[in-house]
């Protein structure tokens, strides 16, 4: 497909993607027709990871810019742009100081959601800048955000330290965010994915090998493969990059 014309097909995507009565571009339909609808209820919660043949998102030292070439971050951004919402937790606000807003596609920039129960993520990280985007901070209750005017907060009940990722969604979908892109790290999608609050998983598998370095998931220890959780996958190659579609349905929880 010529750029103009993929440009078309995208934008005729964007304008269709919430109107279930049209059927997406076939072009964009296998991707991202999975991503109109939750698997159990109004809301659709999408994880993403980008990692390397050997299944690492960032090098020892927490470097992870970028694991991904220009498709699947392009492919990222796309994503961005048909989400209400992205989530990251405060290990990836802090570490990469990510904006989370959609530049490499058109599109509306989607809300931007931190998670940070201890409010550890200073006032003045890009993710907070003031672009018309709305801006959320998840605090434990208790706990006094350190966030600029503008950013919204949400206080959420801890145990252990933890907030339940199920909480976490039901706070969204009552501020009329309904489809939610999990965007990381490890530990965030992690945490999701082990309470059943995904409906999909994007991996993006991009032609390095790392041999060491932080790990993509991070799931309570199996000692038989038939504790393994095998998922239906579709795979999508994204030019040198894979794209895994994994569908998660089976094991989402109700949320609302
Ligand atoms: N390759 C990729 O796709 C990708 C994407 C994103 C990030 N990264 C990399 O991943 C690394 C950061 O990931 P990470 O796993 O260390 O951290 P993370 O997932 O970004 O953040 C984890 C922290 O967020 C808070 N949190 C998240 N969910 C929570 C919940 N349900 N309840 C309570 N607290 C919750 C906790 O904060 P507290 O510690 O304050 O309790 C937790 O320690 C960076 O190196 C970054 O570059 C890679």
């Given amino acids: 497909m010529r750029a103009t014309e993929q440009q078309d097909s995208w934008a005729s995507l964007l304008e269709t993607f919430s109107k279930m009565s049209v ?7 296998p991707i991202f027709g999975p991503l109109r609808t939750g698997a159990r209820d109004a809301m659709m919660v999408l994880g993403q990871l980008g990692q390397t043949l050997d299944g690492r998102i960032a090098t020892v030292t927490g470097h992870s810019k970028y694991i991904n070439g220009p498709a699947g971050l392009t492919h990222l951004h796309r994503v961005r742009a048909v989400v ?3 989530v990251v937790g405060v290990g990836t606000a802090v570490a990469d100081n990510p904006r989370l807003n959609v530049r490499l596609v058109t599109g509306p920039h989607p809300a931007r959601v931190v998670i940070d129960p201890k409010a550890r993520l200073e ?18 209750d208790q706990v006094k955000p350190n966030t600029p005017n503008g950013v919204e907060v949400i206080s959420l ?6 907030l339940a990722p199920a909480d976490i969604l039901k706070a969204l979908f009552t501020l009329g965010l309904k489809r939610i892109l999990i965007e990381g790290g490890a530990d965030t999608v992690s945490r999701f994915m082990q309470a059943g609050c995904l409906d999909r998983l994007h991996v993006i ?7 060491s370095g932080r790990p993509g998931f991070s799931l309570p220890a199996i000692e038989h493969m038939d504790q393994a959780v095998r998922i239906k996958m579709h795979p999508h190659p994204l030019e040198d990059e894979m794209l895994f579609d994994c569908d998660l349905s089976a094991q989402r929880i109700a949320l609302v």
């Fill in 123 to 140: 006032p003045d990280a890009l993710v907070w800048l003031d672009d018309g985007a709305r801006r959320i901070v998840i605090v434990a």
């Fill in 205 to 211: 598998v991009a032609p390095i090998i790392m041999g």
């Fill in 157 to 162: 009940p801890s145990r252990n330290g933890k």
């Fill in 23 to 29: 059927a997406p571009p076939p072009e964009w339909a």
């Fill in 84 to 86: 209400d919402a992205v």
